[in-house]
Nanobody, 125 residues
Framework: QVQLVESGGGLVQAGDSLRISCAVS????????VAWFRQAPGKEREFVAT????????YYAESVKGRFSVTRDNVKNTLVLQMFTLKPEDTAVYFC??????????????????WGQGTQVTVSA
């Protein structure tokens, strides 16, 4: 059974930094490109960042490029999103996700079939 469990969310002020993590089990983590998405109230789930299986290549949404950094540890089976210079518009529930096939990357959430429960990130002005 595939499980993804996020942790580390919270309430911060604009300009602060926050680190959220995702522990993955039940799949061969080192064979999957994995991703972060987020969903704000009343909005659709949107792509945030993705990282290839070996951690060498990353992609970011334009809205977070230069402020967020995604990394992974294939020994500990964990995915991390380090967020800097947070803005109120970054407020959302953040989800980690694995796609429905190995060595596949996408910015479309419909191509992901394994999701964590999400962690709330709230940025106050």
């Amino acid at each position: 059974q595939v499980q993804l469990v996020e942790s580390g969310g919270g309430l911060v002020q604009a300009g602060d930094s926050l680190r959220i993590s995702c522990a993955v089990s039940g799949l061969s983590f080192g064979e999957y490109h994995v991703a972060w998405f987020r969903q704000a109230p009343g909005k659709e789930r949107e792509f945030v960042a993705t990282i290839t299986w070996d951690g060498r290549t990353t992609y970011y949404a334009e809205s977070v490029k230069g402020r967020f950094s995604v990394t992974r540890d294939n020994v500990k089976n964990t995915l991390v999103l380090q967020m800097f210079t947070l803005k109120p518009e970054d407020t959302a529930v953040y989800f980690c996700a694995a796609p429905n096939r190995k060595f596949y990357t996408s910015q479309n959430p419909s191509n992901y079939n394994s999701w964590g429960q999400g962690t709330q990130v709230t940025v106050s002005a």
